[in-house]
């Protein structure tokens, strides 16, 4: 065993998944202060409200994730060569580009509210909290966006203790932002459901400003001295963007791949009531959770893939891949028996609602089976970006989209329109897109990753 890898992929990873931690903390809080608001529409549609409001955010912000995973795989590289000239330039373009994509979603907020509610068969209670939860959280779009390419180069840069620190200052102001706001604090009262998406707001431009202090003084010797200011027109040129420019067409359509999943996942559920709206919109949170642990190592995968990509250096990277799936496969046993052990315990932090938690109960069998489908799909994930392998990322994406909606499709008309059925169906559809990714990526590695 190569204690040393060893060591290094642990480095990576134990940040990436403490921050990764308070991610889905602050889905958990926001779907519990909108479960516990006294007064107004009631829980259930504000946890519906909150999910909508989410899954237009998705919408957007999924099909800007490229802006993560292109920057990470690439300055990864880069620096595997030490071309930290390279490295700086990556940053600036990324950041560049990722300013003028927010700039249009805010002079687009209107018709793409609209467009998305078009397709939302909720009733009009939970479409009218969705509104003003986006109305709201639009103008983060910047700093979201911003940090997505932030994050990728602190990635590239084998430097995740710098993402840690940015999410966790993100996330921890995102929950203690959204309960003051929400709540109040002392004899305010608060500004109830508002607070949530302000709460947000608020942390994203916190994050950012962290990030950008952190660039511009950790790295000001070692790689922006390498880089003037008169170079920056330079970076946007043609010629510079167009590496760029392929991988980030290929991550653009991954990205409207996952959009169409989760975006169809909710537009379908919300025709299923209020209670199962609320309930699924719970069961993806606990789904998730397990996804932010074995990231970690899949953010590891692709830094190392990258650097030793970028170094030449096969023994290395063919030691990287059977490391990093040794160390994610036991992240997946652990969360297998915390799913079935705790399944209800965590519904109930959720929401206090007694009807969504004993229509939770009928769905906790699909946790346990999480870890096991999607271990291999997110760690391969992060090992071909790191390869900056975006044609296979993207065509296992697509394919994924098709079994989703396969499933669902087909058998849908099998199912009662009334009861629990049509949830364990759209269910069935959700994993049928992680067993695609897995089979299909399994199936390309060896053609795909220079070992």
């Known amino acids: 065993m190569d204690r040393a890898l060893n060591k ?125 939860y986006f109305f709201i959280r639009i103008w983060a779009a910047p700093a979201t966006v911003s940090l997505m390419a932030f994050r990728g180069w602190f990635v590239g840069m084998q430097d995740s203790v710098s993402s840690m620190w940015t999410d966790l200052i993100v996330n921890g102001v995102n929950i203690a932002a959204s309960l003051a706001l929400s709540f109040g604090i002392g004899r305010w009262d608060g500004i109830g459901f508002d607070g949530i998406a302000s709460g947000t707001v ?67 559920a919300a025709g299923f009531g209020d209670t199962l709206l609320a309930c699924s919109s719970i069961m993806m949170q606990l789904l998730m959770l397990f996804s932010y642990f074995t990231d970690g190592f899949a953010y590891a995968g692709e830094a190392l893939t990258g650097r030793f990509i970028g170094a030449q250096d096969k023994p290395g990277l063919k030691k990287t891949v059977h490391y990093v799936f040794a160390w994610s496969m036991a992240v997946a046993g652990v969360w297998v028996v915390i799913y079935w052990a705790a399944g209800t315990p965590l519904t109930r932090i959720l929401t206090s609602d007694v009807e969504v938690i004993g229509a939770c109960g009928d769905f906790l069998p699909w946790l346990v089976a999480m870890p096991l489908l999607g271990c291999v799909a997110f760690t391969w994930d992060g090992i071909f970006l790191g390869a900056t392998a975006s044609k296979q990322i993207r065509n296992s994406m697509l394919g994924a989209v098709v079994a989703f909606f396969a499933v669902w499709l087909t058998f849908k008309g099998m199912i009662p329109q009334t009861g629990p059925g049509r949830l364990h169906l759209l269910m069935a559809a959700y994993f049928a897109h992680l067993i695609f990714r897995t089979v299909y990526l399994n199936f390309v590695s060896s053609s795909s990753i220079p070992r």
């Open 8 to 132: 290094e992929i642990l480095r990576l990873a134990l940040p990436s998944i403490l921050a990764n931690i308070t991610v889905p903390m602050v889905g958990i809080v926001d779907t519990s202060i909108a479960g516990h608001l006294s007064g107004g529409p009631g829980a259930a549609v504000c946890i519906g409200g909150v999910s909508v409001g989410s899954m237009i955010f998705n919408l957007l912000y999924w099909n800007c994730a490229f802006r993560r995973t292109g920057t990470g795989g690439l300055t990864a590289q880069a620096f595997g060569r030490g071309d930290f000239k390279a490295c700086a330039g990556m940053l600036i373009r990324s950041v560049g580009i990722a300013l003028m994509i927010a700039l249009m979603t805010l002079a687009l907020q209107n018709p793409l509210s609209a467009l998305a509610l078009l397709v939302v068969d909720g009733s009009p209670e939970v479409e009218q909290m969705a509104l003003r």
């Open 202 to 268: 608020i942390a994203q431009y916190c994050g950012v400003l962290f990030a950008t202090l952190v660039a511009a003084l950790k790295y000001r010797r070692k790689v922006f001295a390498h880089f003037s200011l008169p170079e920056i027109p330079s970076l946007f040129r043609m010629k510079e963007i167009k590496p760029l420019t392929k991988m980030n067409t290929d991550l653009l359509l991954r990205s409207l791949g996952f959009t169409a999943i989760y975006m169809g996942y909710t537009i379908i």
